[in-house]
C-alpha cells in the first residue's frame, strides 16, 4: 500500500514566523510532488509541486525534496494568519497517469 | 472563467435512493476524476476518465458508477446510496500525466 504521511497537528506558528510541513512517502518510484492548500470548507487548491530533489522557491512558499529520505516539505516565511490552513501532501507515482496519492494534511494555526 | 461545477452542493437522502453528483469543466482538459474526502482518511479516489469513454476506477469504487460521453462532464453515480457513502465529494480535473488538479467546490452528501 503506497502511503503519504503528515502529521496532522494544528500547527501553531505565531505571524511572522516560518511554519515548516512535513511529509513522508513510501514508494520510491514517486516522482513528483505537489502541495494543495485547503481552507476549511473549501476545495483544495495547488500551491506547488516539485520534480527534482532540492529546492523550489515561490514567493513566501519552498518547496523541499529529498528523495533519498522520501521526504517532503514545505516551508512558509513571514506567515499570515490568512495562511491558516489544511496543507494536503500529495504524491504522483509516475508513468502515464494523472494518480496522485494524498496524504491526510496539516492544519496550519497562524496566530495574529 | 475557468471552473468546475458540481451539483449539488448539499444533499441529504435516503438509503437505497439513486442519485447522480454532476460535474462539469470548461478547462478542456482530458483528465477527470472523483474524490471523496473523510476525516482522518483524507481524499481518496474513487474513479477517473482520462479521456470520452475511457474511465477506470481509483482506490475505493465500490458502490458507485460514472460515465464519459463528453469532455466536459463527468457524473458520479450513486445507484443504491447507503449510509457509509456519506462523505464530501470533489470533482477534478486537470492535463494530462501531470498531478495538476482543479478542484470543484465540492458536493455533501448524507445518506440516511
Known amino acids: 500500500q503506497k502511503e503519504v504521511e503528515q502529521n496532522s497537528g494544528p500547527l501553531s506558528v505565531p505571524e511572522g514566523a516560518i511554519a515548516s510541513l512535513n511529509c513522508t512517502y513510501s514508494?520510491?518510484?514517486?516522482?513528483?510532488f505537489f502541495w494543495y492548500r485547503q481552507y476549511s470548507g473549501k476545495s483544495p487548491e495547488l500551491i506547488m509541486f516539485?520534480?527534482?530533489?532540492g529546492d523550489k522557491e515561490d514567493g513566501r512558499f519552498t518547496a523541499q525534496l529529498n528523495k533519498a529520505s522520501q521526504y517532503v516539505s514545505l516551508l512558509i516565511r513571514d506567515s499570515q494568519p490568512s495562511d491558516s490552513a489544511t496543507y494536503l501532501c500529495?504524491?504522483?507515482?509516475?508513468?502515464?497517469?494523472?494518480?496522485?496519492?494524498f496524504g491526510t494534511g496539516t492544519l496550519l494555526a497562524v496566530q495574529p | 472563467e475557468a471552473q468546475v461545477t458540481q451539483n449539488p452542493r448539499y444533499l441529504i437522502t435516503v438509503t437505497g435512493k439513486k442519485l447522480t453528483v454532476t460535474c462539469s469543466q470548461n478547462?478542456?482538459?482530458?483528465?477527470m476524476s472523483w474524490y471523496r474526502q473523510d476525516p482522518g482518511l483524507g481524499l481518496r479516489q474513487i474513479y477517473y476518465?482520462?479521456?470520452?469513454?475511457?474511465?477506470d476506477k481509483g482506490d475505493v469504487p465500490e458502490g458507485y458508477k460514472v460515465s464519459r460521453k463528453e469532455k466536459r462532464n463527468f457524473p458520479l453515480i450513486l445507484e443504491s446510496p447507503s449510509p457509509n457513502q456519506t462523505s464530501l465529494y470533489f470533482c477534478?480535473?486537470?492535463?494530462?500525466?501531470?498531478?495538476?488538479?482543479?478542484f470543484g467546490e465540492g458536493s455533501r452528501l448524507t445518506v440516511l
Open positions: 478547462m478542456n482538459h482530458e483528465y
Open positions: 500529495a504524491v504522483r507515482i509516475g508513468g502515464a497517469t494523472n494518480k496522485l496519492i
Open positions: 514508494d520510491r518510484g514517486s516522482q513528483s
Open positions: 477534478a480535473t486537470g492535463p494530462l500525466n501531470t498531478g495538476e488538479l482543479f
Open positions: 476518465s482520462m479521456n470520452v469513454e475511457v474511465t
Open positions: 516539485i520534480y527534482s530533489n
